[in-house]
């Protein structure tokens, strides 16, 4: 195992002192030590918030180090990030390369029993904060689409949009009922479309000739 060290400070005067810097490193290489790890390695962060991930160069050197069978060590989760989410993200890459986190302060260590249930728990917290937010988007959808308001792609066959609202397209509407008045009568999607074709109706694009792949997502929609 290697152990790839993570230590940060937010100030530049903690950076030009040092302490800081070299106390975090020092329980690092105090960890490293007594878990029998093959080398050290330590990058580090001067000077730099923890609110974004992205942003911080020697968190990114880290993180790239980081291979199968290793461990990021951090002093504690807020010298990683002081981001929830981010935290998340990160301990869920790690996992994705059967590496480990181990955070000193908090006592959070995904090589032993306990630590990897705590960094279970971190991803159930997660998937929970996704279908969260799933849940909220499929109910505001469905709010949109009640109030007959467009919720993206393209305008369905049957409707034109009109100050963001799907309103009915008379001449369209006929063709949608011929279909399944046809479909209804047995003929096949290519019979629908040759004789949508026969009656001159066009596609929503404008064209006289009807694929019949058209016509099945216009009976499906209109089922769904």
């Not at 160069?57 to 069978?69: I, N």
Request: proline residues 2%; charged residues 30%; glycine residues 10%.
């Amino acid at each position: 195992m290697k152990a790839i060290g993570y230590v940060r400070v937010s100030t530049e005067g903690q950076a030009q002192d040092g302490v800081s810097l070299d106390a975090q490193e020092a329980k690092v290489h105090a960890w490293a030590n007594l878990n029998s790890a093959e080398s050290v390695t330590v990058f580090r962060d001067a000077g730099l918030s923890g609110k974004r991930a992205d942003n911080r160069p020697g968190l990114q050197e880290a993180l790239s180090a980081v291979g199968k069978g290793d461990a990021l060590i951090v002093y504690s989760l807020s010298r990683l990030t002081r981001s929830t989410k981010d935290t998340i993200t990160i301990a869920e890459a790690l996992d994705k390369r059967g590496a480990d986190l181990v955070s000193l302060s908090e006592k959070i260590d995904t090589t032993t029993a306990a630590g990897k249930m705590v960094f279970r728990l971190m991803a159930v917290l997660s998937e929970f904060e996704r279908d969260q937010i799933g849940e909220r988007t499929r109910l505001a959808l469905d709010h949109k689409r009640a109030c007959g308001e467009k919720t993206g792609g393209d305008v369905p066959y049957g409707y034109r949009l009109e100050g963001g609202r799907l309103v009915p397209d008379a001449g369209e509407q006929k063709a949608v009922v011929l279909i399944h008045e046809l479909r209804g009568a047995g003929n096949s999607l290519r019979r629908i479309a040759r004789e949508l074709e026969a009656r001159g109706y066009r596609t929503k694009t404008g064209l006289i000739h009807w694929h019949p792949q058209i016509v099945k997502q216009i009976l499906e929609r209109k089922a769904a």
